[in-house]
């Protein structure tokens, strides 16, 4: 079974910044997509963003141009840079991967993000 560790979240002023990291259990160059996706209270849970194998990248339109995800495979590690924070960003971070063939969907346990003056 594939474990996905979250880790860096944290409370931030706006306008601050915050760096993800995501460990896996296992080589995630045998994972297609790795991402991010976030949780607020009385929400449903939404994209942030994901990355492919391939370099394809998605984000959220509401974080676009805010946040950068990148895979390190030499690591095994998925990460989010947050910058330019808000406090609707305040929500669980949850990693997320996805295989092909079949598809099998990895969730970590969560990270709590809060951004609030």
């Known amino acids: 079974q594939v474990q996905l560790v979250e880790s860096g979240g944290g409370f931030v002023q706006p306008g601050g910044s915050l760096r993800l990291s995501c460990a896996a259990s296992?080589?995630?160059?045998?994972?297609?997509?790795m991402g991010w996706y976030r949780q607020a209270p009385g929400k449903q849970r939404e994209l942030v963003a994901t990355?492919?194998?391939?370099?394809?990248?998605n984000y959220a339109d509401s974080v676009k141009g805010r946040f950068t995800i990148s895979r390190d495979n030499a690591k095994n590690t998925v990460y989010l840079q947050m910058n330019s924070l808000k406090p609707e960003d305040t929500a669980v971070y949850y990693c997320?991967?996805?295989?092909?063939?079949?598809?099998?969907?990895?969730w970590g346990q969560g990270t709590q993000v809060t951004v609030s003056s």
């Open positions: 990355r492919t194998t391939t370099g394809q990248t």
């Open positions: 997320y991967g996805q295989r092909l063939s079949p598809t099998i969907v990895y």
């Open positions: 296992t080589t995630i160059s045998s994972i297609y997509t």
